[in-house]
């Protein structure tokens, strides 16, 4: 006999998921058996939306169908859609929190993305041709930024490891390096910041791409993931800190060498390429102990947990790694 056991952070589902979400998921259940082809993303929809993206709801970025997948599951209640969709760090846009209107101007579409360095072929793709060669689905994550507020979100996307696998890299690769968009001032006037090592760019080992849990998003809340969040495509790596799921991306490039990446170059004392969640190890300025979740309080604190709560699918692949600094 098959018997699941319950990891030490999950509850179960009614009580991680706010219950007019529970309720919903109930209707779904009933709809699909009804016949009707209705989503679980469609019905999680809420109402804060900008208009541009309230049109693409049936776009390919989040295509209705999208399953969630189950595996994941929260210790607490989803952010609310409003809250992660306008306390936002996306510096390209201004070094603070308030930049969703102004990122309303990047210009998404067509979006192309290059995929190049030690692979078998180099090559540029559109992100509607890529949504083709993958498997969309919802699934439920905590986002802990090292700044220590926490959220809680529905994303859609795809396994970061169909990327890797579309990528064919070569056996010399190590590591992917991914950049954000940076092409215009207009649009993103943070860029003006010529201090800042322009672009954005983060990095991963090849074995935490591959990893089940890291995850290019496409959407959230049921809809294409808005600009501020980073359109059109993002990660998100739960167990990192937050400024390790890099926005708006527009390359992968696969080498042998550890790259600097953005926060690394600027302050390496404060960020470094690992970013583990750990609560233990403090950051130089301030306790990574606890956190506290946006739409709440500051002083609601939530103890932060080793790899954010996902050390079962993760911290082997740190095993023989005990000499870096992996929690910076
Ligand atoms: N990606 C880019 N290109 N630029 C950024 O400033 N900020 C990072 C990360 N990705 C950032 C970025 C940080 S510090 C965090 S915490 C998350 O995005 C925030 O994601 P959110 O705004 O969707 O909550």
Same mark, same amino acid.
Request: zero cysteines; proline letters at 5%; charged letters at 25%.
């Given at each position: 006999m098959l018997i699941k056991v319950k990891r030490g952070w999950e509850l179960s589902e009614n009580l991680a998921?706010?219950?007019?979400?529970? &309720? *919903?998921?109930?209707? &779904?259940?009933?709809? &699909? /058996? /009804?016949?009707?082809?209705?989503?679980?993303?469609?019905?999680?929809?809420?109402?804060?939306?900008?208009? /541009?993206?309230?049109? *693409?709801? *049936?776009?390919?970025?989040? *295509?209705?169908? /999208?399953?969630?997948?189950?595996?994941?599951?929260?210790?607490?209640p989803l952010t609310s859609e409003k809250y992660a969709t306008t306390y936002n760090n996306y510096y390209e846009f201004g070094s603070h929190k308030n930049i969703w209107k102004q990122a309303q101007k990047l210009t998404t579409n067509p979006w192309k993305v290059s995929v190049d360095g030690l692979v078998e072929k180099e090559f540029q793709i559109d992100i509607e041709d890529l949504l083709k060669k993958v498997d969309l689905e919802e699934r439920l994550y905590r986002h802990r930024c090292v700044e220590a507020w926490a959220m809680a979100v529905p994303w859609i996307g795809f396994p970061m490891k169909q990327l890797v696998e579309i990528a064919r890299p070569k056996a010399s690769a190590k590591f992917v390096v991914m950049r954000t968009v940076s092409e215009s001032k207009k649009e993103m006037p943070g860029l003006k910041q010529f201090w800042y090592p322009w672009p954005y760019t983060e990095a991963l080992t090849i074995d935490e791409a591959i990893n089940e849990l890291a995850f290019i998003v496409t959407g959230m809340y049921g809809k294409p993931v808005p600009p501020q969040n980073g359109a059109p495509l993002r990660l998100a790596i739960p167990w990192k800190y937050g400024f390790k799921s890099i926005k708006s991306i527009i390359s992968f490039s696969f080498t042998q060498t550890r790259p600097k990446t953005f926060w690394e170059s600027l302050a390496n004392k404060e960020y470094g390429f690992w970013a583990n969640v750990n609560p233990k190890i403090d950051h130089?300025?301030?306790?990574?102990?606890?956190?506290?979740? &946006?739409?709440?309080s500051k002083n609601d604190r939530i103890p932060t947990q080793l790899f954010n709560g996902y050390g079962e699918f993760v911290s082997h692949l740190y095993k023989n790694l005990e000499s870096e600094n992996l929690y910076r």
């Open positions: 998921t706010p219950e007019k979400l529970f &309720i *919903n998921r109930r209707q &779904i259940s009933k709809a &699909i /058996a /009804a016949g009707s082809l209705l989503s679980t993303s469609a019905l999680l929809a809420t109402t804060y939306r900008t208009d /541009a993206y309230e049109k *693409n709801i *049936n776009s390919p970025l989040v *295509n209705k169908l /999208a399953p969630r997948n189950e595996k994941f599951v929260l210790d607490r130089p300025r301030w306790s990574q102990a606890s956190e506290w979740m &946006i739409g709440g």
